[in-house]
């Protein structure tokens, strides 16, 4: 069956520092979306991505979609505090109508 | 947030009892989800709905059923807890247009402990 496959499982970074996640699906995609969970809090929606090699950006996060629609990443540049929490990708499929999440990154920024 | 409530939001039950988790939303969603997330996995579906009387199978549905008799309404039931159930539980509603599914809301989770 389908399966999202993402590194790194931890990331720790120094503020102001860069920071990359990245999702690998085992199935072509026919969708992938991006999350966000604060410590403690439930994940919240944050972009989809449908079109092969499709980027989008939301202030200093750039998303990226594959050509293959089989990977997909999250950047984010000059890391903040706030930007403290773990990053899920979820990854739809042709064949149902489920998401498939990754294991998500935790990402933990030092001031 | 997207209006959508899941009670009890914390639960210590004893392995073999009956363990039922409610999910209520108030935006008509036609979609809705339940996940449990455990540390190292991530959100893993345990079964999901794509309208009133009609589920499907997640990845680890195993030991779980769910029902759904009114669209703002999913519970998920636990026949006989187990301590391998114990997990945050996360229930997500989301639209659809087409073969499209737009994104997931999630409600706050509810923490249940299987002694």
């Known amino acids: 069956g389908q399966q999202v496959m993402q590194i790194p499982q931890y990331q720790h970074v120094q503020e102001g520092e860069d920071f990359t996640t990245y999702c690998n699906s085992s199935t072509t995609l026919s969708n992938i979306q991006w999350y966000k969970q604060r410590p403690g809090g439930h994940p919240v929606f944050l972009i989809q991505?449908?079109?092969?090699?499709e980027v989008k950006k939301q202030k200093r996060l750039t998303f990226q979609f594959g050509e293959a629609k089989k990977n997909s990443s999250l950047h984010i540049t000059a890391t903040q505090t706030t930007d403290v929490g773990t990053y899920f990708c979820a990854g739809g499929s042709y064949n149902n109508n489920d998401m498939r999440f990754g294991a998500g990154t935790r990402l933990t920024v030092k001031p | 947030d997207a209006g959508i409530t899941q009670s009890p939001r914390h639960k210590v039950t004893e392995t073999g009892t009956p363990v039922t988790l409610r999910c209520h939303q108030t935006e008509n969603h036609r979609y809705m989800y339940w996940y449990r997330q455990d540390p190292g996995h991530g959100l893993r579906l345990i079964h999901y709905?794509?309208?009133?009387?009609?589920?499907d199978k997640g990845e680890v549905s195993d030991g779980y059923s769910v029902s759904r008799s009114k669209t703002e309404d999913f519970l998920l039931t636990l026949e006989s807890a187990t301590s391998s159930q114990t997990s945050v539980y996360f229930c997500?509603?989301?639209?659809?247009?087409?073969?499209?599914?737009?994104?997931?809301?999630f409600g706050p989770g509810t923490r249940l402990t299987v002694l």
């Open positions: 709905s794509y309208g009133v009387k009609d589920t």
């Open positions: 997500a509603i989301s639209s659809t247009s087409g073969r499209a599914i737009h994104e997931q809301f």
């Open positions: 991505l449908v079109k092969s090699g």
